[in-house]
T-cell receptor
Framework: GDSVTQMEGPVTLSEEAFLTINCTYTATGYPSLFWYVQYPGEGLQLLLKATKADDKGSNKGFEATYRKETTSFHLEKGSVQVSDSAVYFCALKSGNKLIFGAGTRLAVHP | NAGVTQTPKFQVLKTGQSMTLQCAQDMNHEYMSWYRQDPGMGLRLIHYSVGAGITDQGEVPNGYNVSRSTTEDFPLRLLSAAPSQTSVYFC???????????????????FGPGTRLTVL
């Protein structure tokens, strides 16, 4: 079945460092791909999405490009802030369902 | 719009007790879902609904019941709580998609703030 694999955390970075969180997927067809973010004590919020190959989703300085050839949707940010500390989930839409990765916790220190 | 609301925020149950987690949305979304979040396992789908009167099982449905009598509400019932059901529960909703180009804009799910449940 369809699945999402993302890098294990936690990821610990200093402020202004470059961030990459890897995400790969297995799916039939061309699913929509998503990154959701969960701040401490809150529900999930959509961070960005891409709906077809080579699309780039972007929001709040984060970017991810839909790579069909490598079945990947890696999340990047050029300069992280302390306020980016959260858990990040990669997900794909499979039929009526949203399939999530296990989540990657990011901790950014001043 | 209030978006997706969930009650209660916290709940402690004893093994064998029953309870209902409430979920409501005011966005007229047809699709609603319940997930549980456990450490290291991401979110797993419990049950979902594609419209009023229609529900289906997700990945981990055992021990839970749902019903969808209105578009707005999608309660999750624990029939006989077990310690394995200790988790954080999230309700989500989204628009109905279609085979047309508008389908992609309906992909976004909106999540409630969650209910933290502990079963002793």
């Amino acid at each position: 079945g369809d699945s999402v694999t993302q890098m294990e955390g936690p990821v610990t970075l200093s402020e202004e460092a470059f961030l990459t969180i890897n995400c790969t997927y297995t799916a039939t067809g061309y699913p929509s791909l998503f990154w959701y973010v969960q701040y401490p004590g809150e529900g999930l919020q959509l961070l960005l999405k891409a709906t077809k190959a080579d699309d780039k989703g972007s929001n709040k300085g984060f970017e991810a490009t839909y790579r069909k050839e490598t079945t990947s949707f890696h999340l990047e940010k050029g300069s992280v802030q302390v306020s980016d500390s959260a858990v990040y989930f990669c997900a794909l839409k499979s039929g009526n369902k949203l399939i999530f990765g296990a989540g990657t916790r990011l901790a950014v220190h001043p | 719009n209030a978006g997706v609301t969930q009650t209660p925020k916290f709940q402690v149950l004893k093994t064998g007790q029953s309870m209902t987690l409430q979920c409501a949305q005011d966005m007229n979304h047809e699709y609603m879902s319940w997930y549980r979040q456990d450490p290291g396992m991401g979110l797993r789908l419990i049950h979902y609904s594609v419209g009023a009167g229609i529900t289906d099982q997700g990945e981990v449905p055992n021990g839970y019941n749902v019903s969808r009598s209105t578009t707005e509400d999608f309660p999750l019932r624990l029939l006989s709580a077990a310690p394995s059901q200790t988790s954080v529960y999230f309700c989500a909703s989204r628009e109905r998609g279609s085979s047309s180009g508008r389908a992609r804009s309906a992909d976004t799910q909106y999540f409630g703030p969650g209910t933290r449940l502990t079963v002793l």
